[in-house]
C-alpha cells in the first residue's frame, strides 16, 4: 500500500544532534546514535542523518557518527552533507546507509547526479533542495547551497525538474523560512514542487502540530514529512503523528 511517511531528521554538527531556527541558533540536543535509536523503536519510517556543516567546512559526512547511527536502527538511513563524489557515496552505502541526500554538489555539477543515479541506482539519490523566499524569480523560491549561506540564483522549481531528468529518485526541499518556527511547513514552496515533478516530494521545515503534517499532505502533495522540532523536544511521538494521519483517513504505516 503506498502509504505517507514520517522521517525524523537528526542534524549533526560536530558529530552531536542540533536544531536550529531558519539554519541557524542551533542547539544541542543530544547523541544523534541514541535519539536515532529511539525514532526506529517508536516507528519512524525512515530517517535522514544530515552533516550540516560538512560543506561549509569543505569535509566529507562523519563516517564514523554515520555508522554509529546505523548500527542502533532497524529502518533505511538516509545520509546528506559533505557529498562530493562517487567515492563518498560509495563509503557511506558500506557502512549501511540506505541512501545518499546531495545538495550542494549537485547545484555545482549537475552531471555528478546522473554519474551517481547510473553508479547506484536513483533510489540511492535523494536530492535536497534549500529554498529561501525570492520575488525576482517565476516560482518565487530560490535553491540556496552550502548550508544556506549561499544563494544561487536558481529558481527552485526549474531546478526540481532538471534533478528528475537527471535520475533523482525522490527531492528533499526544505524551506528556510519556516524552518525551525514550527509554524508550519512551507505549502506554496512544496506544491510547486510536487506539482511540478513525477517524483516523491518529503515535506521539510516548520512542522510545530500535528494538523501541519496533514495540510502538507494534503494541500501541497508531499508523499512524507520531515519532523525535528516537533519531535526531539518531545511535543509528539511518532505513534501519535501516525494516528493523527490516520484519524483523517491519510495512509499511514502503523
Known amino acids: 500500500m503506498d502509504y505517507r511517511r514520517i522521517i525524523p531528521c537528526l542534524d549533526v554538527k560536530n558529530g552531536r544532534l542540533v536544531k536550529g531556527v531558519n539554519f541557524v541558533q542551533l542547539k544541542d540536543v543530544g547523541d544523534p546514535a541514541e535519539n536515532a535509536a529511539a525514532y526506529s523503536r517508536a516507528g519512524a519510517d525512515e530517517l535522514v542523518f544530515l552533516d550540516i556543516s560538512a560543506t561549509v567546512e569543505k569535509r566529507k559526512t562523519l563516517l564514523d557518527a554515520v555508522k554509529r547511527t546505523v548500527e542502533r536502527i532497524t529502518v533505511p538511513l538516509t545520509v546528506g552533507?559533505?557529498?562530493s563524489d562517487c567515492k563518498a557515496i560509495r563509503e557511506l552505502l558500506n557502512i549501511g546507509a540506505a541512501g545518499v541526500s546531495i545538495?550542494?554538489?549537485a547545484v555545482k555539477n549537475p552531471d555528478f547526479v546522473k554519474e551517481a543515479a547510473n553508479e547506484f541506482g536513483s533510489d540511492k539519490i535523494t536530492i535536497a533542495?534549500?529554498?529561501n523566499s525570492n520575488s525576482q524569480l517565476p516560482s518565487g523560491f530560490e535553491?540556496?547551497?552550502?548550508g544556506g549561506t549561499t544563494a544561487t540564483g536558481i529558481d527552485?522549481?526549474?531546478w526540481a525538474k532538471k534533478v528528475e531528468?537527471?535520475?533523482a529518485s525522490q527531492i528533499l526541499p526544505t524551506s528556510m523560512d519556516t524552518d525551525g518556527t514550527q509554524a508550519g511547513y512551507d505549502i506554496r514552496m512544496t506544491k510547486a514542487i510536487a506539482e511540478a515533478v513525477n517524483l516523491p516530494v518529503i515535506a521539510s521545515g516548520g512542522a510545530g502540530k500535528l494538523e501541519h503534517l496533514y495540510q502538507v499532505i494534503v494541500e501541497?502533495?508531499?508523499d512524507a514529512v520531515l519532523v525535528a522540532s516537533i519531535a526531539h523536544f518531545g511535543k509528539y511521538t511518532i505513534r501519535q503523528m501516525k494516528e493523527y494521519l490516520a484519524d483523517r483517513q491519510i495512509p499511514v504505516n502503523l
Not at 535553491?143 to 552550502?146: G, I, R, Y
Open 103 to 105: 545538495n550542494t554538489a
Open 81 to 83: 552533507g559533505g557529498i
Open 143 to 146: 535553491v540556496m547551497v552550502a
Open 165 to 167: 531528468e537527471l535520475g
Open 156 to 158: 527552485a522549481v526549474d
Open 220 to 222: 501541497a502533495g508531499a
Open 129 to 131: 533542495i534549500d529554498t
